[in-house]
């Protein structure tokens, strides 16, 4: 079993709308989450970090974790053509600037104008 | 947010030649780097942990003698693929650690694609 599942997709949706992209983990050792967005051929960049249950919101972003389900969600509301791309989730042990990180496989999304 | 460069972004090369990717923390000093390593369609998978000045941690699985990495400052880690074969063609990325004030992150480089032909 993998440590960190996540659907590949691929999954379109059409602009403005809502997306809803999820990882669930296996290890309750876990305490940090992130989620990463990757364009084609480029690194990972960091959208949100949490090391809490519950909710937190950066703009169009929420990130939404559920420890007690192993649960970790990444809402992105009106949804734009520019966020097509793969969207990473990730999770490590302790805080993650010094810490492995341990990756989904990402889900591949697409908005279509 | 910092940046974190990467050289070549791209390199062809043929079997049995040894290839070195640069990782540079451009706007801050970075004690730890990390080197990952991405096949089509899969997730990062972290190769090693290297930190300024000492020897790198690599995962299990990895060759050491295989991927060397050397991270003899704190703005500079390379990877080296030593007697490149073509499985060893991969997207390579590195991260870096920004311990700054507020928060301590790692940021990626934008990627080195290797071919091995």
């Known amino acids: 079993q993998k440590e960190v599942e996540q659907d590949p997709g691929p999954l379109s949706v059409p602009e403005g709308a809502i997306v809803s992209l999820n990882c669930t983990y296996s290890n309750s050792a876990f305490q940090y989450f992130m989620w990463y967005r990757q364009y084609s051929r480029k690194g990972p960049e960091l959208l949100m970090y949490t090391y809490s249950s519950g909710n937190k919101e950066d703009g169009r972003f929420t990130a939404q974790v559920d420890k007690s389900s192993k649960y970790i969600s990444l809402f992105i509301r009106d949804s734009q053509p520019s966020d097509s791309a793969t969207y990473l989730c990730?999770?490590?042990?302790?805080?993650?600037?010094?810490?492995?990180?341990?990756f989904g496989t990402g889900t591949r999304l697409t908005i279509i104008p | 947010g910092a940046v974190v460069s990467q050289h070549p972004s791209w390199v062809i090369c043929k079997s049995g030649t040894s290839v070195k990717i640069e990782c540079r923390s451009l706007?801050?000093?970075?004690?730890?780097m990390f080197w990952y390593r991405q096949f089509p369609k899969q997730s990062l998978m972290l190769m090693a942990t290297?930190?300024?000045?000492?020897?790198?941690?690599?995962e299990q699985g990895v060759e050491k003698d295989k991927f060397l990495i050397n991270h003899a400052s704190l703005t500079l880690s390379t990877l080296t693929v030593t007697s490149a074969h073509p499985e060893d063609s991969s997207f390579y990325i590195c991260?870096?650690?920004?311990?700054?004030?507020?928060?301590?992150?790692?940021?990626f480089g934008p990627g080195t694609r290797l071919t091995v032909l």
């Open positions: 990730a999770t490590s042990y302790r805080n993650f600037g010094n810490e492995k990180l341990t």
């Open positions: 706007d801050f000093q970075a004690t730890t």
């Open positions: 290297s930190n300024e000045g000492s020897k790198a941690t690599y």
């Open positions: 991260s870096a650690r920004d311990a700054g004030l507020v928060t301590d992150t790692q940021y």
